[in-house]
């Protein structure tokens, strides 16, 4: 698949309307500092056992084109752990990211359930999260993990899928 925009024009994109955000909401000296923007997806955790966090936050941006799209999911580990590592990989349908629980959720065992985004999934054993996306849920005739990585300590994955 042709990728349509290569990393630096999409970081700039998405500066942009973090840069937007900002300005159009002007903060006061009362405001209390926070994130510019909070994720966009929220997909609950169920929980077998141990003390999880409720929800996993995603970031993610579609940028449609004929014929099919690209996707960006940013994944907010930050809410639950301080670092994650990229398990090594040349699958084209598959990514998967680990990362170490804080110890206030390192008893955490559960899962991330949604059917809508069945492709995203968040694991909590063993003291670790698992951040996995698997394109192989999707039923379409073309789709492949364009680019994965990590950028401010958080899984960075960028996908596209054709018609």
């Given at each position: 698949?042709?990728?349509i925009?290569q990393?630096?024009k999409l970081?700039?994109i998405?500066?942009?309307?973090?840069?937007?955000?900002t300005?159009?909401?002007?903060?006061s000296?009362?405001t209390?500092p926070g994130?510019?923007a909070e994720p966009?997806?929220?997909?609950?955790?169920?929980?077998t056992?141990?003390?999880?966090?409720?929800?996993?936050?995603l970031?993610w941006i579609?940028?449609?084109?004929?014929?099919?799209?690209e996707?960006?999911?940013?994944?907010d580990?930050k809410?639950?752990?301080?670092?994650?590592k990229l398990v090594a990989?040349?699958?084209?349908q598959?990514v998967?990211f680990?990362a170490?629980?804080?110890s206030?959720?390192a008893?955490?065992?559960g899962?991330?359930?949604?059917?809508?985004?069945k492709?995203?999934?968040?694991?909590?054993k063993?003291?670790k999260?698992?951040?996995?996306v698997?394109l192989?849920?999707?039923n379409?005739?073309?789709?492949?993990?364009t680019y994965?990585?990590?950028?401010?300590?958080?899984?960075?994955v960028?996908?596209?899928?054709?018609?």
């Amino acid at each position: 698949m042709q990728n349509i925009l290569q990393p630096k024009k999409l970081a700039v994109i998405v500066a942009s309307l973090l840069a937007a955000a900002t300005v159009s909401h002007p903060i006061s000296a009362q405001t209390t500092p926070g994130p510019i923007a909070e994720p966009n997806v929220k997909i609950n955790v169920q929980r077998t056992s141990g003390t999880c966090p409720q929800t996993v936050g995603l970031w993610w941006i579609t940028l449609p084109y004929e014929g099919g799209a690209e996707h960006t999911v940013i994944a907010d580990t930050k809410a639950f752990a301080d670092s994650v590592k990229l398990v090594a990989s040349n699958n084209k349908q598959f990514v998967e990211f680990i990362a170490p629980l804080r110890s206030n959720y390192a008893s955490c065992v559960g899962q991330t359930r949604n059917q809508e985004y069945k492709f995203y999934t968040v694991q909590f054993k063993n003291k670790k999260a698992y951040f996995r996306v698997d394109l192989r849920k999707i039923n379409a005739p073309a789709q492949e993990i364009t680019y994965k990585t990590i950028t401010a300590s958080r899984p960075y994955v960028r996908w596209a899928i054709a018609d």
